[in-house]
């Protein structure tokens, strides 16, 4: 069984720093294109950052030089640095992978982390 498992968020005041990880596990044969999806109370989740699996990377505008994505695909892992943190970054934070496994090709959803930026 494939499965995305993010961790990571937690409470943090503004200003503050997070980093964000989802591993991939299961019998996994290529990870492809990996990125974050945030989805705030009463609103529609939103594409945050994207990389490929050759590193490219793209980024929402309010988010550029905030967040970054990265990958270590030795560990299958993807991650988001947040900094400077504001509370309209609160949200539930999901990481998706596009990945082909015994099952075939498809894209994965982990079960997403709480990201909460408060006084």
């Known amino acids: 069984q494939v499965q995305l498992v993010e961790s990571g968020g937690g409470l943090v005041q503004p200003g503050g720093s997070l980093r964000l990880s989802c591993v991939a596990s299961g019998n996994i044969f290529r990870i492809y294109n990996m990125g974050w999806h945030r989805q705030a109370p009463g609103k529609q989740r939103e594409l945050v950052a994207a990389?490929?699996?050759?590193?490219?990377?793209n980024y929402v505008d309010s988010e550029k030089g905030r967040f970054t994505i990265s990958r270590d695909n030795a560990k299958k892992t993807v991650y988001m640095q947040m900094n400077s943190l504001k509370p309209e970054d609160t949200a539930v934070y999901y990481c998706?992978?596009?990945?082909?496994?015994?099952?075939?090709?498809?894209?994965?959803w982990g079960q997403g982390t709480q990201v909460t930026v408060s006084s």
């Open positions: 998706n992978a596009d990945i082909s496994s015994p099952y075939g090709r498809r894209e994965y």
């Open positions: 990389i490929t699996s050759g590193g490219s990377t």
